[in-house]
């Protein structure tokens, strides 16, 4: 078919077709550092489990403060504009990050693919949002796929890569596939449709309004700490403990953590639908999601207690890791009700402050992480080649933390409230000042 008898609609749906391809790559990048290539680096840069945690961290801090003028760039300026910009600044990190032969340059090219990268997914909700408003859960469910499709590259195929051509080559790989996303974009970029710029005028006031929102708040700590662990499990330390403590290959690892990217793709295409079908329900779908964190973080710690027999522990490990990624399974709800419990004009702010907190919490956790790991050095065994294999009690004391802090996002996920696919936000709304916030809660 030639492409000008395509509609005004279709070319915009091929341009969105094109910003899909762009998260994708993203996610490429968010998965792959340092997780899946985490000795690797270990071995070329002699570094730390801090050093190299602080690889996620630069990013995630950089990618979760992008998330907060996103919300502003998206409303005023439209999702598409968005997107090519900070996919040019994604690309360009991407590509410089192989040649880095120090620390310095290596934080910084992750700086600039999390700075670029965090305005990517707010930019694809609004296209989401003025494309396919009445189907907005579904399409939203395919938004997923294709993140998830390239956090599944970053697993298992980088490690195949990762053997075959070494980390830099095939990083320098996932670089080249961002430059040709934003190709396709360029490329496309004349048949937009011009958005009207909004007059709406944006300041400190919105997001003080956003913060102190009651309901924001319980989804802002429900979806920080679970989406959080998850995130820190797939993208730093998962890989490397299946290897440290069941003693698995790297490539058998890799797939476990592939599954983890496997079951959220397939799950989101699920449930978006399956909320639809149930006249657009959200709170059964909220709290479901919030009890297997739970549930994974206790079967974690038990598998780890020495009690447990030797035989028993592969399948219990294995199992809390697929148990933890069904989490993610649920990620259309998230931003169906930050786009519900927000004013209608400020989706962009209400949807942006949520993903805050899930990337600042990845960053958190992931530097807690880091410093536990190299806490216990000392219990460590150092091979021939240089890696790293840090002991049970490391990870058991991970786990313990996971334990509390996953306990109380379930708790707090029972007081989010239902929206039946309709916005909520009235205006009268609770507010509270953050330890306000705690104490009423833990007294309601």
Known sequence: MNFFH????????LLFGGGLLVYLTLNMQRVAIPGTIFNELQRTFHASASALANLSTGFMCAYAIAQLPAGIFVDRYGGMKVLLYSGISLTIGALLFPFAKSYLPLYLSRIFMGFGGGFIYLSIVKETNRLFPKNFSAVMGLVFLFGYAGAFLATTPLVKLTHALGWRYAMLIFG???FFSITIILLLWHTREPIARSTISYGIKNYKKAFLNSNNLKLIFTQGVNFGLYYVILTIFGKKFLEDIIHLSPTVASICCAFMVIIPAIGNQFTGTLSMKLGNKRRPFIRLASFFPFLSSLLFLTASLPIIPGFLCGYLFTSSFLIFSIYAAFGTMTSSIA?????????????????????????????????????????AQILTNGTILYPNTAYQTIFIIFLIVTAFAFWLSLKIPETNGKNIYSGKEKTYHFFRFIKITLHS
Not at 6 to 13: A, D, G, L
Not at 357 to 377: N, Q, R
């Open 339 to 379: 786009r519900e419990v927000n004013p209608a004009e400020e989706t962009g702010i209400g949807v942006g402050i949520v993903n805050f907190s899930g990337y600042m919490m990845v960053a958190i956790w992931g530097t807690v992480v880091g410093l536990i790991l190299d806490l216990f050095k000392s219990g």
């Open 176 to 178: 080249i596939l961002c």
């Open 6 to 13: 395509f509609n005004k609609r279709q070319k915009q749906i």
